[in-house]
Nanobody, 132 residues
Framework: QVVLVESGGGSVQAGGSLRLSCATS????????MGWFRQAPGKERESVAA????????NYADSVKDRFTISQDYAEKLIYLQMNSLKPEDTAMYYC?????????????????????????WGQGTQVTVSS
């Protein structure tokens, strides 16, 4: 059972930066994609970024490309989301998620998917609020 715990959310002004962290545990092997997603009040959950556990190609939603960066500390089992040039429309609850695959995700996906429906494990979320 993969367990994910997000931290690092907070309130910032537009143009500011935040780094979210996701502490992970319970992995069996490396057959996972890791993703960040967000959900604003009254809206559907949407993709932010994804990457293979262990590193490699990343995948970003157009809305955050060139502003957000997903990375990881493999040894410490941490997934990060560095968010720069934040905008009020980035305000949302941010979730870390894991997608377990039956074989190496590098074989299954050219890039880890951004569709949240494929992800098996979810954290509880951390709130990000960006004021104008």
């Amino acid at each position: 059972q993969v367990v994910l715990v997000e931290s690092g959310g907070g309130s910032v002004q537009a143009g500011g930066s935040l780094r979210l962290s996701c502490a992970t545990s319970g992995y069996t092997g490396n057959n996972y994609c890791m993703g960040w997603f967000r959900q604003a009040p009254g809206k559907e959950r949407e993709s932010v970024a994804a990457t293979y556990r262990g590193g490699g190609r990343t995948n970003y939603a157009d809305s955050v490309k060139d502003r957000f960066t997903i990375s990881q500390d493999y040894a410490e089992k941490l997934i990060y989301l560095q968010m720069n040039s934040l905008k009020p429309e980035d305000t949302a609850m941010y979730y870390c998620a894991a997608l377990q695959t039956t074989q190496s995700p590098l074989v299954t996906y050219p890039r880890c998917p951004l569709d949240p429906n494929g992800y098996n494990y979810w954290g509880q979320g951390t709130q990000v609020t960006v004021s104008s």
